[in-house]
Structure formats: structure tokens, C-alpha cells
């Protein structure tokens, strides 16, 4: 990089190349929708067999690829944009520093050197001459400043002095454009794909890399850019979003998808898109990373005989494979047990008429997080949230999806015709242990705000005109947490069924932040979880009565119920079903009541 290379830089033409990859990456999402949504969706709404399931799989790999280069696509052009903001920075300086040369009457040479014309006081009759300095380039110092103050003090042409602060500020704008070059171009290097048609674990781990090395080196040109509101309101992020330019919307989803992907109140499109760069790259890390283990022993125990009888133990092999990997390799499988059903629920869109998934939220951390819609929330006439209870983590989601697929199939039967989306909603920290876990209710008091904003961001995003019929339905520890999020705020919802609950913390229906009659509960026969919470998440009507939904004083429209025992609400044919759906569908006159 020198100065003739600065003078000529067209931050422009980068910006036209960043739009072009832009470009080709949105072409490339669209393909990939096409692919998800329309083609292979389609083939298993309608086709069986050897050949179906086939080309189904090929479809699948070019799915992954055009998500591959979508997510590619969009980094380049952040890339080449965070490029050409660092280089118009560079050339700004550079000219600022010429135009103010030229005003002194001192010329910036091709070198980098600036000369200056003779003046001051004549000494020995004579004007001090002019002539030729060069700047030092590089960042100031306090030693630097004193020695320029000093030579420019000296010197008999003041000339001199301002000639050497322009030259420091032509090496410095250089310098500068320099140093971009530098940090850009290994950046920019790094995103060229293998020559294959293979997107492979790899490739996805390579993805994320390369998103952190543009994240670091294009920290100034984020920060360049509108943030979103810090403790926003869906409405503030929906706000921020919407001002976006679509240069700005690319790098955010760029850089950073994990926090766009969580923003309550952003279209549900682009959640889903930028939570499935997550979920594919923190997929294919936790694969790889569980193949990199060494399987555990097969000779787990050994039996030893301790005083007179024989006793089963851990084998010492095994003990010291669990003792390096074990913990690591525990929460690996799970996770991925969790992501299999995820993906799973991705594979099924289409068969038997079931819409596509989105994912709103997700995270591998911990016990893990997950929302999954089935079909859009936002082009929905019908919206139902499901909160599950105690135990419910990322490993377990697939039961939980399977519910809600349920309740889909049977309200979309329900609903005239209009459009019904079920939402599994696992966005807070479950108790995990039914007995050292859930008697508490600070797992429900947490993780309250955080569903009141998912429920406020639904109404933000909904894009129909006559608005959405919202249900909130909480299974278990799960109802406990809707009634502090009705305690603790508004709960956007318009009905709220409760199933198998042990309490609510509120002691009556009214206090459920819905119309009144808009309260309805499930009791199944042998489900014991309702009379043993009473006593620690039922609502106080007096000082000595804790009130669960089952009640009859609560309030609750108590709906017929003829499973067994506590998970069995959902069991497909059911009665049970049958009337949660009812709900959802907003057709109330066909809910059969206890």
C-alpha cells in the first residue's frame, strides 16, 4: 500500500462487488426455500417409497449447499464492506490532510513527502528557503509530539512546521490503509470454499470460524452501524430492524445471528434464518467434537468381592475415561440427541400437509434452548404457545415438538380454512429434578420476562390485518411459569390452558391477564402432580387454601379429559387433544366441559 495506491482507492467498487455477493446470496437462500419449502416438501406430501426417499436425500445436500452459500455469500460481502469502510476511512484522512496542504500553500508529493515554500523573518537578508520533509508515519507518542514541536519551533520557516504535520498525517492515512490491507486480505482469503459439492461438518466449523475473523477484523465497521436498543422492547427491535438498510441487515446476520436470531419482535423469516446459521454450525461442532473422543470402554464394570459377597463396580479403564471425557462427552450426546429431533421436525415439512418449521430461538449452552413454530406465527389468524415443565431440556425436545404437531393438525382441521401455527417454547431453565427442582418457583419467576417478551414480540411481528387469537398452554411446572409471567406483567395471550398443573402462584382465573371464561384446564385421571404442587406453587385465596386450576374455585373451564397420568394429554385421538385444539381454533361452542 503507498500513497498512489490510496489516492486511486474507489471505496465504491468494493461496495458494487459486497452488493453483488449480497445479491448472490440472497439468490442462494431463496433456492435453498425452494428446495426446503416447495420441492421436497411437496415429494413427501405426495410420493413414497425407494426413489422418493432418494431424491429426497440428494435434495437435502443441495439444500445445505445453498444455505452453505448463503451464509458464505454473506460474510463476503460483509467482508468487502468492512474493507472499503477501513480504506474510505484511511482515504479521508488522506485527503483532509492534502486539501489543508494546499490551503498553506505546500504540496503533498508523490513519495508521501509534502514541500513547503520559503518564508518568516529574513536572516541574514534572507528569507528562510523552503523545501522538503517526510512524515514519520505511525501513531503519535509523547516523544514524537515533543520532537515535532521542538523542530517546528526551531526551524526559521514556519512553513516548516506545518509542512511536517501534514507529511505525519499523509504517512499515517497510509499507514492506516496499510494496516486494513494487511488485516483484510488473509480475512477475505479464508472464505473461499473447497472445490466440492460436499458441505460437510467441516465446512460448517470453518463457516464459524471465518465468521469470528471478519467479526474481529470488521469490529469498527460494526460498530459503525445502528445497534439494536440495548434492553429493547419488541417494538424498539422491531424499530431498529426496520431501519436497516439491507447492507446492515447482511452484517448483522453476518457477524452476529445468535443475537439477531433472539430479538423478540423481528420477523419471524429472519429469526429463523439467522438461528439456522447457529443451529447448523453448533451442530456440526458438537459432532465433530464427540467424534474426537474415544468411545468409552465396553468393559465398563467388573465385579470385586467386598468382605463376603461379590459387588459390582466401574472398571479402573473406564473410570479414568470418565474421569477425562465423560462430562464432555454426556453433554455432547445429549445436545446432539436434541438436534437430531430438530433437524428431524426440518425433515418432515410437507408430510401429511404438516407447514414448515421455524426456528425463533436456540442454543446448545446449559440444558439448552428451543423455539420451534410450526408454520409462520406471523401470517397466522391462530397462534399457540406451549410451556413445558419440569425435565424439559434440549435432549427432550422431540416429545415436546411431537406435541405441538399434534395440537397443529388437529386446530389447522379445526380452524375454517385459516392459518394455525403451535409454537414449543423451551426459552428458560426447567427445574431438571421433580423433587429438588420444582417445589421452588424462582425457576418460574426467571424465566417469566422472557416469555412475556416472546408473546409481546408475537403480536409486534403478526402482519395480518385483523390481527391473531393467541393461546398460551402450559404443561406442569410450565403453567406455574405462565401464571408469574400473568403475575409479573401483561400476558399477550387470549386463552390460557393449563395441563396437569400444580399451581399457578395466582389463587383464581381472573388473574391470568385473559377475558374472563378464557381460563381452561386439564385434570387426568391418576395425574397426582395437580394435589402434590398445591402446596408449593398453588395461588392463597386464604391463608391455609392453596387453589391449583383443577379447582372449581379458581375459575377454570374445566375441559373433559380422558387420558392417564401426567404426559398423556396429547396422546393422538384424544380427547384431550381434541379440546385443546378446539381452543386454539377460537371454537369454543365445541369444547366438551367436565
Known amino acids: 500500500m503507498d500513497l498512489a495506491t490510496l489516492r486511486t482507492f474507489k471505496p465504491a467498487a468494493f461496495e458494487d462487488a459486497a452488493d453483488g455477493y449480497r445479491a448472490a446470496g440472497e439468490t442462494a437462500g431463496k433456492a435453498k426455500d425452494a428446495v426446503d419449502i416447495r420441492i421436497a416438501s411437496g415429494i413427501r406430501a405426495r410420493l413414497d417409497g425407494e426413489a422418493a426417499t432418494a431424491a429426497l436425500a ?135 470454499a473447497d472445490d466440492d459439492l460436499t458441505v460437510s461438518d467441516r465446512d460448517w466449523t470453518d463457516a464459524e470460524s471465518d465468521m ?10 460494526l460498530d459503525s452501524l445502528p445497534h439494536p436498543p440495548k434492553d429493547g422492547s419488541p417494538k424498539d427491535n422491531a424499530a431498529w430492524w426496520d431501519g436497516l438498510t439491507p447492507e446492515e441487515r447482511t452484517a448483522w446476520l453476518s457477524l452476529e445471528p445468535a443475537a439477531v436470531g433472539r430479538l423478540d419482535g423481528l420477523p419471524s423469516a429472519v429469526r429463523d434464518d439467522a438461528n439456522r446459521v447457529v443451529f447448523d454450525e453448533r451442530y456440526a461442532q458438537h459432532r465433530l467434537e464427540l467424534a474426537s473422543i474415544p468411545k468409552p470402554p465396553a468393559n465398563e464394570y467388573t465385579w470385586i468381592v467386598a468382605g463376603r459377597y461379590p459387588a459390582k463396580v466401574h472398571t479402573d479403564e473406564w473410570m479414568e475415561w ?16 436434541g438436534m437430531d429431533r430438530i433437524q428431524q421436525r426440518f425433515d418432515q415439512t410437507g408430510k401429511q400437509g404438516l407447514p414448515e418449521a421455524y426456528l425463533l430461538g436456540f442454543s446448545p449452552d446449559g440444558n439448552g434452548r428451543a423455539i420451534i413454530a410450526n408454520g409462520n406465527p406471523d401470517t397466522a389468524a391462530h397462534q399457540a404457545v406451549y410451556v413445558p415443565g419440569t425435565t424439559a431440556r434440549l435432549e427432550s425436545i422431540g416429545g415436546d415438538i411431537d406435541r405441538m404437531v399434534r395440537v397443529w393438525r388437529t386446530a389447522q382441521d379445526e380452524a375454517d380454512g385459516k392459518a394455525v401455527s403451535t409454537i414449543t417454547w423451551l426459552g428458560y431453565d426447567a427445574p431438571q429434578d421433580v423433587v429438588k427442582d420444582a417445589p421452588f418457583r424462582h425457576y418460574a419467576d426467571d424465566g417469566a420476562p422472557a416469555l412475556n417478551s416472546f408473546l409481546d414480540g408475537l403480536e409486534t ?36 390452558i393449563t395441563v396437569g398443573s400444580p399451581g399457578v402462584t395466582v389463587a383464581t382465573a381472573e388473574e391470568l391477564d385473559v377475558p374472563r371464561g378464557h381460563v381452561w384446564n386439564q385434570e387426568a385421571d391418576g395425574d397426582v402432580v395437580p394435589d402434590i404442587g398445591r402446596w408449593g406453587h398453588g395461588g392463597n385465596r386464604w391463608r391455609h387454601y392453596a387453589v391449583v386450576p383443577s379447582d372449581a374455585s379458581f375459575g377454570a373451564n374445566q375441559m373433559a379429559t380422558d387420558t392417564e397420568g401426567h404426559s398423556g394429554y396429547w396422546d393422538e385421538g384424544s380427547e384431550s387433544l381434541v379440546n385443546q385444539a378446539l381452543v386454539v381454533a377460537g371454537r369454543y361452542d365445541k369444547v366438551q366441559l367436565d
Open 58 to 192: 440428494e435434495l437435502k445436500e443441495l439444500a445445505k449447499n445453498f444455505h452453505y452459500a448463503q451464509t458464505e455469500c454473506g460474510l463476503v460481502s460483509t467482508a468487502l464492506n468492512g474493507f472499503a469502510h477501513d480504506m474510505a476511512a484511511a482515504k479521508r484522512k488522506l485527503e483532509a490532510a492534502e486539501a489543508d496542504a494546499r490551503a498553506a500553500g505546500c504540496t503533498v508529493r508523490p513519495d508521501g513527502s509534502v514541500g513547503y515554500p520559503a518564508g518568516g523573518q529574513e536572516v541574514d537578508g534572507k528569507v528562510p528557503e523552503g523545501g522538503t520533509v517526510r512524515g514519520s508515519g505511525g501513531p503519535a507518542s509523547p516523544l514524537a509530539d515533543a520532537l515535532y514541536r521542538q523542530a517546528a519551533n526551531a526551524h526559521p520557516n514556519p512553513n516548516y512546521g506545518k509542512a511536517l504535520e501534514f507529511a505525519n498525517r499523509v504517512a499515517d492515512a497510509v499507514k492506516e490503509a496499510a494496516d486494513a490491507d494487511a488485516k483484510w486480505a488473509p480475512k477475505l482469503r479464508a472464505l473461499k
Open 212 to 221: 469470528s475473523g471478519v467479526h474481529d477484523a470488521g469490529k469498527g465497521y
Open 322 to 337: 470418565h474421569r477425562q471425557y465423560g462430562d464432555r462427552y454426556e453433554q455432547l450426546t445429549k445436545s446432539l440427541k
Open 461 to 496: 411481528s403478526h402482519a395480518g390485518d385483523s390481527g391473531t387469537h393467541r393461546t398460551v398452554i402450559g404443561h406442569s411446572y410450565g403453567t406455574t411459569l405462565v401464571g408469574s409471567a400473568a403475575d409479573h406483567g401483561t400476558l399477550n395471550a387470549d386463552d390460557v
